[in-house]
């Protein structure tokens, strides 16, 4: 492992690191993380993320993948339609407070199928099972949200979404992810990956 792996990253580094992954992984570029024994050993002392992200449960959007990231790199919380439960709000402050990674990637995706369900509840009056219907229900203000108008209501729902996300943890999340944020040593940020192209867009950054 290189000693550039260990020593504390910057937001910004992170997020170039991140960037600089998902260019390798349009460009087709092989890649071959670490996966040896001695590797795995390393790790089972002790994880050293540099990135925390929520990201939707979809097979087809697998982070790792995405940024070509190996064992230990990311500490992933995922669910349907990558929404802010109190099991992922928790997770994030366990990565932030204990792991201290620098930066939180909130991570929306085309066609998702959960947003799909909150835009039928919400103009259809589809109905779902009692646990799905508690998911889709915090996916519905994003829907309500998204401009009716939209040529894809359910991608403007799944933007509005990663946006409405991205803005609780930014204003009104505990004082462990508030806290650092303000000192500069925490960023959050969103994004939203395109499942025909392999593109990840990250929103609202000036980097």
């Not at 201290?100 to 199928?113: D, K, R, S, T």
């Amino acid at each position: 492992m290189k000693e550039s792996d260990v020593l504390p990253l910057t937001p910004a580094e992170v997020l170039e690191r991140l960037k600089e992954g998902n260019r390798r992984f349009l460009e087709d570029a092989p890649y071959q993380p670490p996966m040896d024994r001695l590797h795995r050993l390393h790790l089972a002392a002790a994880q050293r993320p540099f990135a925390a992200y929520l990201s939707c449960s979809d097979s087809r959007v697998p982070p790792e993948l995405l940024f070509e990231r190996g064992l230990g790199e990311l500490f992933i919380v995922r669910n349907a339609g990558n929404t802010l439960c109190s099991s992922a709000l928790g997770s994030l402050e366990f990565a932030v407070a204990h792991l201290q990674v620098p930066l939180i990637v909130v991570m929306g995706h085309e066609a998702c199928g959960a947003l799909r369900a909150a835009v039928a509840v919400a103009r259809e009056q589809r109905q779902f099972s009692g646990n799905v219907s508690k998911v889709l229900q915090s996916l519905l203000p994003a829907v309500l949200e998204a401009d009716p108008w939209a040529p894809d209501l359910v991608n403007a729902a799944a933007l509005c979404n990663v946006r409405k996300v991205v803005r609780e943890l930014r204003e009104e999340a505990s004082p462990a992810l508030l806290e650092p944020q303000k000192a500069g040593r925490l960023r959050v940020v969103g994004a939203y990956y395109h499942l025909d192209s392999g593109r990840v867009d990250f929103l609202d950054t000036a980097d």
